[in-house]
């Protein structure tokens, strides 16, 4: 136990020499940080409670969700009933009715409502797998096909949309150039987003409430403007309102119900500036399979008006003169270039799969983050003075050595919380501080079992032996069970919670190393140098 060969006391020196490194820069002021070499740019991030910053709880729209469910089916069944071997093998259908949270839709010829049914069952195997399905298909009227979405269904489908909206926002919010946000889900239908050091909230409740659904649909030329405005309009149509600033008086459109090509087959956005009258504009590059349709709608009806709808409003009902061959648009409204640069963001990182709206708002100045930290750096001081001079007190020399490795400890602990972009929070301060306190425990037993094997009369060398290796195995066992529940308070806990468990945990790893095998590193080298025959503990 106290033979060190020299390779395994210089990896221990490199250890404690790395640690005290990468803990430096977390010390740092911003402009100094910024100027370190790449590889040392490393440090703790401060929670939103020490940092200051933006707290957002969105909650989802559940309706809008259901609403696009059923769009995305329409589109479904559509796209089944156009048969893969050319047109011969199209099923007819009348038009599709989305009343009452169902999708019915007659076929034309009875004779193929069997395959139409097993078109349907094809496309609506969801869960399947496990005897439940995403949508129930009746067959009424003999030749009427109602689908109705089941509850499996729509409970999966709120679970997918939320788990894929939290992503988004990560993304947005990145995007923004933001310092470690936590975005997390709580609960079935509810996103929440905290953002260190965000003091104004509403560029980023702009980018994050926004659904960014994009869709180009053709403007109904059918449509009877005096009809419209009571509120009637052609079957396959539905009354689309501008965006605010936009229509050039008009308050509305009669588009088509059919998307011709959706914000989902975008590749790139970007905030740009149009050619002719350099106002801000969005640019957009579509896949090959969206440039393509594009393409070939466009070509097929020259002459007609398309709308640009973004979250259910037009921004622009332009005609067509030509084909567009290039696989990329514009997208021009009232734009400012933050606005611009936004709605970029938002295309980029993918439409919302369904609508959230702010229900709780919260800023935290950095005056109280910044007095919750003195504070804790006030607790910290004092908890190491009192540890320090107990240890020094009642083990002496041992004490030095365990005083010594809480230390390196509070090093170790910074530069693994820097590694792994670790975020401190208020809590994780109190995990830091109960950290220092018991960091010494594992001390505390070896030199008690080290005094206990000289009052039997052990010689020094064998009692500082037996010491250590006796003490270490109830040292392990301790920390284990201190390190179980840390996990499972990660594991089942949610923000501080969570803070404090990282904080803990990452503390019994770093405070047995310390306490062990550093201190018996000292021990050690003083016991082979000095040779001494009885010590004081």
Not at 84 to 97: N, Q, T, V
Not at 152 to 181: F, H
Not at 281 to 288: L, P
């Amino acid at each position: 136990m106290l033979d060190f060969p020299r390779w395994k006391t210089v990896s221990i020196s490199l250890i404690l020499l790395l640690g005290i490194i990468f803990s430096i820069p977390s010390f740092l002021p911003e402009k100094t940080f910024d100027s370190l070499p790449g590889f040392v740019q490393t440090k703790v991030n401060l929670g939103l409670d020490l940092a200051g910053g933006s707290h957002l709880l969105l909650e989802a729209d559940i309706d809008d969700l259901r609403k696009t469910q059923l769009t995305t089916m329409e589109k479904t069944v559509r796209t089944a009933m156009r048969g893969e071997r050319g047109p011969d093998d199209d099923i007819a259908i009348g038009e599709l009715s989305t009343a009452g949270n169902r999708i019915s839709f007659l076929v034309r010829d009875q004779a193929q409502l069997d395959d139409a049914r097993d078109r349907l069952f094809n496309e609506t195997q969801g869960a399947a797998m496990t005897g439940q399905r995403d949508w129930r298909i009746d067959i009424v009227d003999t030749t009427r096909i109602v689908m109705t979405p089941t509850s499996a269904g729509q409970t999966q489908a709120v679970a997918d949309a939320m788990d894929a909206a939290r992503d988004i926002i990560d993304k947005r919010v990145n995007d923004l150039g933001t310092r470690e946000p936590t975005i997390i889900r709580e609960g079935n239908d509810r996103v929440v987003v905290q953002v260190p050091g965000l003091q104004d909230p509403a560029a980023l409740k702009e980018l994050i409430g926004k659904t960014a659904r994009l869709e180009f649909r053709m403007v109904d030329a059918n449509a009877d403007p005096a009809e419209a405005a009571a509120g009637r309009v052609p079957v396959g149509s539905e009354i689309v309102p501008y965006a605010e600033g936009e229509g050039n008086g008009a308050p509305f459109e009669v588009l088509r119900r059919q998307v011709m090509i959706s914000g989902e087959q975008l590749i790139n956005a970007q905030q740009s500036y149009d050619s002719q009258s350099n106002v801000p504009v969005v640019t957009i590059r579509f896949d090959s399979s969206g440039s393509s349709t594009f393409a070939k709608v466009t070509a097929q009806s020259v002459g007609k008006r398309f709308a640009m709808v973004l979250d259910g409003k037009v921004l622009s009902a332009p005609s067509i003169n030509e084909p567009i061959l290039g696989g990329s648009a514009q997208i021009s409204g009232s734009f400012t270039v933050a606005t611009a640069n936004n709605l970029a963001i938002s295309l980029r990182s993918g439409a919302l799969p369904v609508k959230m709206a702010v229900v709780e708002e919260r800023t935290v100045t950095p005056e109280l983050g910044a007095d919750s930290i003195r504070k804790g750096v006030i607790a910290g001081i004092i908890a190491t003075v009192a540890v320090l001079t107990l240890m020094v007190l009642v083990y002496g020399r041992f004490g030095v050595y365990a005083n010594i490795a809480l230390f390196f400890n509070v090093f170790l602990i910074i530069a693994i919380m820097a590694a792994f972009n670790a975020t401190l929070t208020l809590p994780g301060i109190a995990g830091f501080v109960l950290t220092i306190g018991a960091a010494v425990d594992a001390n505390v037993l070896i030199n008690e079992r080290i005094r206990e094997e000289l009052k039997r009369g052990r010689k020094v060398f064998q009692a500082v032996e037996l010491g250590y290796s006796e003490a270490s195995r109830a040292i392990f066992d301790a920390n284990v069970t201190n390190v179980i529940a840390a996990v499972l308070m990660f594991w089942f806990g949610s923000g501080p919670i969570k803070g404090f468990a990282v904080v803990l945990t990452i503390g019994i790893v770093t405070s047995v190393f310390t306490a062990v095998t550093v201190t018996r590193v000292f021990v050690a080298h003083w016991l082979r140098a000095n040779r001494p025959t009885t010590i004081n503990i």
